[in-house]
């Protein structure tokens, strides 16, 4: 079994990869981070596991780079029994008054986190590298139901990407490809480094489990989306955040 996960060299692409090598031959894409990415393949490459990892870069907002990948992909003739579109970026950033910076945080997360996610699985499936059979595992936000400043262009593309779980459980299904994702909570990553102790300490104390959460909590849900498990799940979100949504 062949899986592709994107946004593998580090935090929940990296704890997805580690949970997932030993089932499966692994293709991470990453953007940009080669010695992260060496790190992960010399991590798991040593791992006794009978399975493979390869590590590709692309950044997937970029077209020709996208189509690149997946005439690579075509060429090594492997075929995906597990997409995990992971990668994403994220900014705070006020909506108003966003529009002045030389990059638009707003049209940089939609573009990162809806329109190259989608992009890219259109171009897997156009050049039938998805099997019958495959399960796709999106990676999304709690923040889509729950609000936060500074937010707005992420939130709105998250939003997108599990309006799109619904429309493709229902396209792909014929095909027997489900769809599926998962929607973190605060998870620890280099994506809340910026947060100080307190800040932590805060949101812990709100949530009903006491804790935030680790990659490898929404590792572990990803594995179950991907597994036998869950063979008849499909067009489903997942909140993985300690029950925070709930409060």
Same mark, same amino acid.
């Given at each position: 079994?062949?899986?592709?996960?994107?946004?593998? !060299?580090?935090?929940?692409?990296?704890?997805?990869?580690?949970?997932?090598?030993?089932?499966?031959?692994?293709?991470?894409?990453?953007?940009?981070? $080669?010695?992260?990415? #060496? =790190?992960?393949?010399?991590?798991?490459?040593?791992?006794?596991?009978? $399975?493979?990892?390869?590590?590709?870069?692309?950044?997937?907002?970029?077209?020709?780079?996208?189509?690149?990948?997946?005439?690579?992909?075509?060429?090594?003739?492997?075929?995906?029994?597990?997409?995990?579109?992971?990668?994403?970026?994220?900014?705070?950033? &006020?909506?108003?008054?966003?529009?002045?910076?030389?990059? %638009?945080?707003?049209?940089?997360?939609?573009?990162?986190?809806?329109?190259?996610?989608?992009?890219?699985?259109?171009?897997?499936?156009?050049?039938?590298?998805?099997?019958?059979?495959?399960?796709?595992?999106?990676?999304?936000?709690?923040?889509?139901?729950?609000?936060?400043? +500074?937010?707005? +262009?992420?939130?709105?593309?998250?939003?997108?990407?599990?309006?799109?779980?619904?429309?493709?459980?229902? #396209?792909?299904?014929?095909?027997?490809?489900?769809?599926?994702?998962?929607?973190?909570?605060?998870?620890?990553?280099?994506?809340?480094?910026?947060? =100080? %102790? =307190?800040?932590?300490?805060?949101?812990? !104390? #709100?949530?009903?489990?006491?804790?935030?959460? !680790? &990659?490898?909590?929404?590792?572990?849900?990803?594995?179950?989306?991907?597994? #036998?498990? =869950?063979?008849?799940?499909? +067009?489903?979100?997942?909140?993985?955040?300690?029950?925070?949504?709930?409060?």
């Amino acid at each position: 079994m062949s899986v592709l996960v994107t946004g593998a !060299s580090r935090g929940i692409g990296r704890a997805i990869c580690a949970r997932l090598i030993g089932e499966a031959d692994l293709v991470g894409v990453y953007r940009s981070n $080669h010695a992260a990415a #060496e =790190s992960l393949a010399s991590e798991l490459g040593a791992a006794p596991a009978g $399975h493979t990892l390869r590590t590709l870069a692309c950044d997937l907002t970029n077209a020709p780079a996208r189509a690149e990948l997946i005439d690579g992909l075509r060429a090594s003739q492997v075929r995906f029994r597990g997409v995990v579109m992971n990668a994403g970026v994220a900014h705070y950033s &006020p909506f108003v008054g966003s529009s002045g910076q030389p990059s %638009d945080p707003v049209l940089a997360e939609l573009r990162g986190n809806l329109e190259a996610p989608l992009l890219f699985l259109r171009g897997l499936l156009e050049a039938d590298l998805v099997e019958s059979g495959a399960s796709v595992v999106f990676v999304s936000s709690n923040l889509v139901r729950h609000a936060l400043a +500074g937010h707005v +262009g992420y939130a709105a593309a998250k939003a997108g990407l599990e309006a799109a779980v619904k429309q493709l459980c229902a #396209e792909l299904g014929p095909r027997r490809i489900r769809v599926n994702a998962v929607a973190p909570g605060l998870i620890l990553t280099d994506m809340t480094g910026h947060m =100080s %102790d =307190s800040e932590l300490a805060t949101y812990a !104390s #709100e949530v009903p489990l006491g804790r935030s959460g !680790s &990659p490898d909590d929404i590792a572990r849900c990803v594995a179950f989306f991907l597994g #036998e498990q =869950s063979e008849y799940v499909s +067009g489903q979100v997942l909140d993985v955040d300690g029950g925070w949504g709930c409060r």
